[in-house]
């Protein structure tokens, strides 16, 4: 992890703590990072780590550093929509940093590999992985060693899974983005891929209802298998009647015309791995759960793959 460029940039929401922000840099600097910090608290507007001329100066500024080589969102939120059709993709395909964050960055994932088919990270965020008192050992080195590559796997354990043996491009990200993203130009088309999803507060209904959306809009024809993250937060109420994520996650099996598999361990959680967005995926499940393994993207030794 030595002599490593990092920029961070808030293309969405704005640290809610300036003194934890302030010890998540101090702890990447100490791990033999150099920081260059693009966001400024003084400048955040609304809810937002900027201007939206702000946020976009970011985001070039930190693809146009050439000291940089890894790109880390501030945090999620809500922001980037405002700003995707100012986003300059080809610039950012093209500086070769490696792009991270999760959450509403999903559509910085998509857009990217829907212009220019360059590929990013479903990863970290500085806020708040690297701000915590107790950072989480498991996040932070899958974050680190899947940078590193050239090869990352993920383990997921979950009983009731199928068993699958497939292969496809990896894609997906927060479930509510991409069903944002549908119909737009900013949504990515991966033929033969193997999609990822997660949600935080959403009720399984309404992950029901999102993925149907996919469904019916095209987006899981020619898919080789929908694998499900973290969906928590969510409450249910009496009238559900028995209807719950288990029962969701049933009818989507009996419903969807491929592979629906549970565990990843990637969502608005503590423990959470890092996902090649657009690297080439290998994933095998049987009944006690599945190893996904990626290859194929591009690392802090071959930016440009």
């Known amino acids: 992890m030595k002599d490593i460029g990092i920029a961070i940039a808030a293309p969405g929401g704005y640290a809610l703590d300036e003194a934890a922000l ?29 201007t939206d001329a702000g946020r976009l100066a970011q985001l070039e500024a930190a693809a146009r550093d050439p000291d940089v080589q890894v790109v880390i969102a501030l945090r999620g939120a809500y922001g980037i929509s405002r700003i995707l059709p100012r986003i300059d993709f080809k610039l950012m ?18 857009g990217m590999y829907a212009a ?3 590929k990013s990270f479903a990863g970290p965020m500085v806020c708040d992985d690297f701000i915590r008192d107790e950072p989480v050992a498991y996040t932070l080195d899958q974050f680190w060693d899947c940078l590193r590559g050239p090869v990352h796997t993920v383990r997921g354990t979950a009983t009731g899974n199928p068993a699958v043996d497939v292969e496809g491009r990896l894609w997906g ?9 549908v119909g737009t130009p900013y949504f990515a088309r991966v033929p033969g891929g193997i999609l990822f999803v997660e949600d935080i507060n959403e009720h399984p209904y309404r992950v029901e209802r999102m993925v149907l959306q996919l469904l019916y809009a095209g987006a899981l024809e020619g898919q080789h298998a929908l694998v499900l993250g973290d969906f928590s937060g969510y409450r249910l109420a009496p009238f559900d009647n028995g209807y719950d994520f288990d029962t969701m996650l049933a009818y989507l099996r009996e419903t969807l015309p491929i592979p629906v598999l549970a565990g990843l361990p990637f ?12 690297g080439l995926a290998r994933l095998v499940s049987d009944a006690e759960g599945f190893d996904l393994t990626v290859t194929d993207y591009p690392t802090l030794a071959r930016p440009y793959v």
Do not use: W
């Open 22 to 50: 302030a010890r998540g840099i101090a702890r990447l600097e100490a791990g033999g990072c150099t920081v260059h910090n693009y966001y400024e608290p003084a400048n955040r507007f609304q809810r937002f780590g900027g």
């Open 93 to 110: 395909a093209d500086s070769g940093k490696l792009f991270t964050g999760y959450s509403d960055f999903t559509a910085f994932h998509m």
């Open 173 to 181: 990200g927060n479930l509510a983005m991409l069903n944002h993203l």
């Open 267 to 278: 969502g608005h959680v503590k423990h959470r791995c890092t996902l090649p967005f657009g």
């Open 116 to 118: 220019t088919g360059r």
